[in-house]
């Protein structure tokens, strides 16, 4: 496990500033479902929950909207709502939700895929096909989580299969719900800040180097002058990650190192 | 009914609903009941679950309509991803989840389309070809994809209760869409964990719960444990044991016919058996 020491003896480790960095990707969205994809998303949206986003809706990863906020994996106390699958698809085209999804592969424009490796109609290696990612994209802000930064997610061309839908690729009104928010990895926080959306480089986690993101990256990435290093969580958000929301160290197990 | 009568009902060809939710609450004894039929040469419109594994194993299916295929705890269905990868599915129709809602309401409304923004920009609209755009008649000109109806030959789903009358009443969280499967049929068959006289379904849910109605079901089998191994949640959880067992053979085609040969060569009473057997030996 990768730890950096910040203020008295708190040893934050990677997974730790990877919840922050998810956390964040919802700071300011106010009243919206925050729906996350995988442990750490999932840690995040909690933890902005819990502290600078109290407005969220979260679900407790089944059918039901959350009243409180959980530890991963246990019943929420209260719940103030079902949110059974109809429900959600119906929220999905009313906007009021950003979604957090993983990807595949991921491309310099936004395209994301997780339908299949390789020609489609005979792919050298099926995944979960289109899922909602398609409707996701063009209703809903979206932001990415990718556990394992690497050349194979982010690939030097173009995905091989659009299931969410990157920039460039609609027009006219069709667009206007169009919104990529950020990519959370396991090295860096990114957004598509460049000129016309190239993806930009926002921070680094501690213990990461800028030559080390360029080289998992199979394309080029805007670096701005000034890279920051992903903010340092604090105390309390600490006591809320270790103590409150993940006391079984879930986020160990999709962050390593 | 029984599971058997239902599958006497359908034919080669046909174009099959089945309800349910990856690997929740999956009319499997249905599903199982087809294995050991004949049937063939199937158009099947699922939220993918092992379901599709099954029959996509069994060389049943010659055309999916889906947007995913899943175990839930496991990502990806081993056996869905073989005929996937070695090209033993003919047709393969892959639309975004909103999609397939939308083209299911569209059959159950009597509606040859529905509009939605979902598909547009991405694949959907490549690797189906002959799906059409519509462009809003009004000022705003909006592009939208126009979701064909999904019509069904019949649709198989599988609740919590029923009554005699096809009433279907789910006590889960989550109705899923079986109900637009229903209505979205020419005929539907329901399984049930228990068949209750009408007046007990009031018991265990509010009238809100009775999700099925009778007019869209065309014949009721009870069959409890009817949709192991996944969930069929308050009366039970998934088998996950049972579920990796399943997908660890799956996955190794030298291990798939002696589980085959164990757990679905014979009629639902010997599958539960079979089932009973495992767990015993798994505690012991």
Redesign the interface.
């Known amino acids: 496990m990768t730890t950096t020491t910040t203020g008295a003896d708190l040893a934050v480790s990677r997974a730790e500033y990877c919840v922050i960095a998810c956390a964040e990707a919802w700071r300011g969205d106010g009243e919206v479902l925050a729906a996350a994809m995988g442990t750490v998303p999932t840690l995040g949206a909690r933890l902005a929950k819990l502290t600078f986003e109290p407005d969220l809706l979260i679900t407790d990863g ?3 909207l959350a009243a409180d906020v959980p530890a991963l994996g246990a019943a929420p106390a209260a719940v103030e709502g ?1 949110l ?3 429900k959600h ?1 119906e929220l ?2 009313m906007g009021h939700r950003h979604v957090m999804m993983g990807a595949s592969q991921l491309d310099r424009h936004g395209n994301q895929n997780i ?2 490796i390789g020609d ?16 996701n ?3 809903n802000p979206t932001s990415y989580w990718i556990p394992r930064h690497s050349t194979r997610v982010f690939v030097p061309g173009q995905v091989d ?5 990157g920039y460039g ?2 027009n ?4 206007r ?2 919104d990529l928010r950020r990519i959370v990895t396991d090295l860096a926080v990114l957004d598509f800040g460049g000129e016309g959306h190239a993806v930009r480089l926002l921070s680094v986690h501690p213990g990461v180097t800028v030559d080390q993101v360029i080289a998992a990256t199979g394309f080029p990435l805007v670096l701005p002058g000034d890279i920051a290093s992903t903010r340092d969580p604090s105390a309390e958000e600490l006591r809320l990650i270790r103590e409150v929301l993940d006391p079984r160290g879930a986020r160990d197990r999709e962050v390593r190192g | 009914m029984s599971a058997d009568e239902v599958v006497g009902r359908l034919s080669d060809g046909m174009t099959l609903g089945i309800g349910g ?1 990856g690997s929740r609450r999956k009319p499997m004894a249905l599903v199982r009941a087809i294995l050991r039929s004949g049937l063939r040469d199937l158009t099947v419109v699922s ?2 679950g092992p379901d599709i594994g099954l029959l996509a194993a069994a060389g049943r299916i010659r055309h999916l309509v ?5 175990l839930d705890s496991i ?2 269905e081993p056996h ?2 073989s005929a ?2 070695s ?1 033993t599915l003919e047709r393969l129709t ?6 397939l ?1 939308l083209g299911l309401t569209a059959a159950a409304h009597r509606l040859p389309f529905l509009p ?9 609209l ?2 189906n070809p002959e799906l059409r755009t519509v462009v809003s008649p009004y000022p ?4 939208l994809v126009a979701v064909p109806a999904l019509r069904l030959d019949a649709a198989l789903v599988h609740l919590n209760r029923a009554d005699r009358q096809g009433n279907g009443q789910y006590l889960g ?5 079986d109900d637009l499967f229903c209505a979205a049929a020419d005929a539907a068959y329901l399984s049930c964990e228990r068949l209750v006289d009408t007046a007990d379904l009031q018991k265990e849910g509010s009238p809100g719960s009775v999700l099925v109605p009778r007019w869209s079901v065309t014949g009721v089998v009870e069959a409890p444990g009817g949709a192991h191994f996944t969930s069929c949640v308050p009366d039970y959880d998934r088998d996950e044991p049972f579920q990796r067992a399943y997908a660890q053979a799956a996955a190794d085609p030298s291990a798939w016919p002696a589980f085959e040969q164990r757990f679905l060569s014979g009629d639902e009473q010997d599958y539960r058996a079979a089932v009973a057997d495992l767990r015993a030996e798994a505690t012991r």
């Open positions: 089944e059918a039901r079902a059974p699958y109809r698809l999905v085209a339908s299949a489609w109609s005979r792919p050298s290696r099926q995944l979960l096909g289109m899922r909602g990612a398609p409707g994209t063009v209703n299969v659009v299931s969410g839908v690729r609609l006219g009104p069709t667009g719900f169009h | 939710w939220y993918g889906t947007a995913f295929v899943t990502p990806l869905f991803r996937r990868e090209g892959e639309y975004d989840e909103g999609m809602l939605t923004r979902a598909g547009l920009g991405s694949d959907v490549r690797v705003d000109g909006e592009e969280p989550d109705p899923y869409m």
